[in-house]
Nanobody
């Protein structure tokens, strides 16, 4: 069973930047799609960005052009660079992996088929 550990969250002002990391251990990484999700207080969890085994990125409309996702297979790690942060980006950010898919993001499937989750890291954007 893979274990996912996020890091890099914190407090940042509007317009600032943060980089999140997620390191996987105990399972397969290179052939799995990975993703970032977030959950704001009082709201449902939502997709932020994902990356296929072949490095193809996907973004939610709300972050496209501001956030970037990439993976380093040598380090079993994915990253999320978040720029031009807004108050609406405040949330707990979760890393996820699809352990049963083909390595492509399963668009149209609940949570893009992600079935393993980290515990999350809090990102707070202040004005």
């Amino acid at each position: 069973q893979v274990q996912l550990v996020e890091s890099g969250g914190g407090l940042v002002q509007v317009g600032g930047s943060l980089r999140l990391s997620c390191t996987a251990s105990g399972g397969t990484f290179t052939t799995r799609s990975m993703g970032w999700f977030r959950q704001a207080p009082g709201k449902e969890r939502e997709f932020v960005a994902g990356i296929s085994w072949a490095y193809k990125p996907y973004y939610a409309d709300s972050v496209n052009g501001r956030f970037a996702i990439w993976r380093d297979n040598a380090k079993n790690t994915i990253y999320l660079q978040m720029n031009r942060l807004t108050l609406g980006d405040t949330a707990v950010y979760f890393c996820a992996q699809d352990q049963t898919g083909t390595g492509e993001l399963r668009v149209g499937v609940v949570d893009y088929g992600m079935d393993s989750w980290g515990k999350g890291t809090l990102v707070t954007v202040s004005s």
